[in-house]
């Protein structure tokens, strides 16, 4: 571990000297698996302005088409008898190729491998399979079957309107049809260089086989200026973006920009403070407990302050998805139509309150534990491991396990408290709805007329009590900070 830990703060030292060369992760292990995973520190935010999804569209060709000298199915094929592929991930400012394979076929595959990422195909009807694949990503995956994941992205595309992060990894459905292979082929050369290059590898690996995959991809071109991040716009105000589309329940994503990420000195307390209001897929967290289980409104009540994508798939965040700037969110869905109303009043009433009082002892004591012991989950793989290991080279701080239990060990529920009060608020937020019938829960909203529940069970009396208060909340929207707008037109 000491090893790791030394080579870890060597690579993020020579991180900011702008490496020419690949940087090595290693974690070596008697397992007679091997990890590969390479990450390329580029990412969306690279992709043009016009081009959106252009970072997805050029992994893909790499991972799901064929190489130079074999057909997609002559790989696949390949692959079949090993049990294996290779697969592509491609966030902000990462693009991960991974793959993983039993040490007895650890040859075969790295040379697949190799082959595919160094030596593309370029074919044309790969070309056209793969954007197929991505429009109807957007149109029918994102837009139409998961309100969940639509309603985070809207979210995110309005917090970073016009900035590097302000669209869809997948891209839009009107860029997707204008792209070529020669702007695939563009971007390939231009951001999947040995300088932006992390190579990690895990497992029962031959000694010196780290260096021959960086001595492989030398063949890459050096040099890379990457994306210069701007500040995202502030929020002004409770900003209202309503996806009309035919569904049975209501989603709600709400937030606002994060300066805050893993290796700042606040990192720790807010992710306490986020693991107490609601913890990915938990039933311990604060919203939770409040709005399912006291009353039982909707299934999941959760908070973030770093990027979850897909959420509905996985309880436990992917690595690799690294980003030098977040943004605080809470998801509510889903919630029936009768009582939406009266759902978001409860979402912000409880927050506000969450704000106002912060933590107690208890909570932070109870909070801090269940941290203490969930890192030890996100690691429990190699293939993790390996991810998170290079993450910590992104952030610059030690491997993550380390980095976070040490920091939770001197942590107080004062220092929670006060990070609370810095870093988040209820005031500038923008709030995304996916509903059907937008214009009459939109006149609810402005109307402000109250919005009383009613339960098939009965209910403990502060219960009641308190929903007497929350069903007169006024939402601080006006018509101008609320608009509508068809699901059809999304991503296009």
């Not at 339960?455 to 101008?480: F, G, R």
Request: aromatic share 10%; with cysteine.
């Amino acid at each position: 571990m000491r090893t790791l830990i030394f080579l870890l703060t060597a690579l993020s030292a020579v991180a900011v000297a702008a490496p020419t060369q690949p940087r090595i992760v290693a974690l070596p292990s008697k397992s007679p698996l091997v990890t590969i995973r390479l990450v390329f520190l580029t990412g969306a935010a690279a992709d043009p302005t016009d081009k959106p999804g252009l970072a997805s569209m050029t992994a893909a060709m790499l991972t799901d088409a064929g190489s130079k000298n074999r057909t997609y199915k002559q790989i696949i094929e390949a692959m079949y008898p090993m049990a294996t592929r290779v697969s592509s991930q491609v966030d902000k400012e990462m693009v991960t190729f991974s793959g993983a394979t039993h040490i007895d076929n650890l040859e075969a595959f790295y040379g697949l491998f190799k082959e595919m990422l160094l030596e593309p195909g370029w074919r044309e009807d790969d070309f056209t399979r793969v954007k197929d694949d991505h429009i109807n990503y957007l149109r029918v995956s994102l837009r139409g079957n998961n309100d969940e994941e639509l309603g985070k992205q809207v979210l995110y595309d309005q917090i970073y309107a016009g900035h590097p992060y302000g669209h869809p990894n997948a891209g839009t459905v009107s860029a997707l049809q204008k792209m070529t292979i020669a702007d695939l082929q563009k971007f390939y050369k231009t951001n999947f260089r040995r300088s932006n290059l992390i190579i990690g590898i895990a497992g029962g690996y031959p000694s010196g086989f780290d260096t021959r995959i960086a001595k492989d991809f030398d063949k890459l071109e050096t040099g890379y200026e990457g994306v210069k991040l701007p500040e995202p716009k502030p929020v002004r105000g409770l900003q209202m973006t309503m996806i009309e589309k035919p569904t049975r329940s209501v989603a709600y994503s709400f937030g606002f920009p994060l300066d805050v990420k893993r290796g700042d000195p606040d990192f720790p307390a807010l992710l306490v403070a986020q693991s107490y209001l609601g913890q990915h897929r938990s039933s311990g967290g604060m919203l939770y407990t409040t709005m399912r289980q006291a009353r039982g409104l909707n299934y999941g009540d959760y908070a973030y302050i770093e990027h979850f994508p897909n959420g509905g798939q996985q309880f436990e965040p992917p690595p690799n998805v690294a980003r030098h700037q977040q943004v605080f969110q809470i998801w509510i869905r889903p919630v029936e139509i009768p009582t939406a109303h009266f759902a978001l009043r409860l979402a912000m009433f409880e927050y506000e309150k969450f704000l106002k009082n912060g933590l107690s002892e208890e909570d932070f004591q109870r909070s801090r534990s269940f941290l203490s012991k969930y890192v030890n989950i996100l690691t429990q793989t190699k293939s993790a491991e390996l991810g998170y290991a290079i993450d910590s080279t992104f952030y610059g701080i030690k491997d993550y396990n380390t980095y976070l239990k040490g920091a939770l060990a001197k942590l107080t529920r004062d220092d929670v408290n006060r990070a609370i009060k810095k870093h988040l608020q209820a005031e500038n937020m923008s709030v995304v709805v996916v509903a059907q019938n937008c214009n009459e829960l939109k006149d609810k909203f402005l109307g402000n007329e109250p919005s009383p529940m009613a339960y098939n069970s009965p209910k403990p009396q502060d219960i009641l009590e308190e929903d007497k208060i929350i069903e007169k909340m006024k939402l601080p929207l006006t018509a101008e900070s609320i608009k509508i707008v068809p699901v059809g037109s999304v991503f296009e």
